[in-house]
């Protein structure tokens, strides 16, 4: 997705199987609505940065045999997207020799 258009990232998450591709669709696209919010146009935006950091990790207890606890972690995370205006490139005129 880094480095993509956002029409095209949004076109490939909606096309994605896992089972994440849902709020990821999601949170790009409250990333667009605030780029909105702030005037920039949605042709120029691309996806700089896109990472997934480790979030709060909730420990429960599953009871076992003979009074023990066995200790399960849900595990959460963080998502964060960095959208950048392009700037369109001019292009180069060739010089005939």
Request: proline share 5%.
């Amino acid at each position: 997705m880094r480095g993509k258009k956002v029409e095209d990232a949004m076109t490939t998450l909606s096309f994605v199987p896992k089972r994440s591709a849902g709020p990821v669709q999601k949170l790009l696209a409250s990333a667009i609505a605030n780029a909105k919010n702030l005037s920039i146009p949605m042709e120029n935006l691309i996806v700089k940065k896109i990472s997934v950091d480790g979030g709060k990790i909730l420990y429960r207890s599953l009871p076992m045999s003979r009074g023990r606890a066995f200790r399960i972690r849900k595990r959460t995370s963080h998502i964060n997207i960095v959208l950048a205006e392009e700037i369109p490139k001019a292009k180069k005129l060739k010089a005939k020799s």
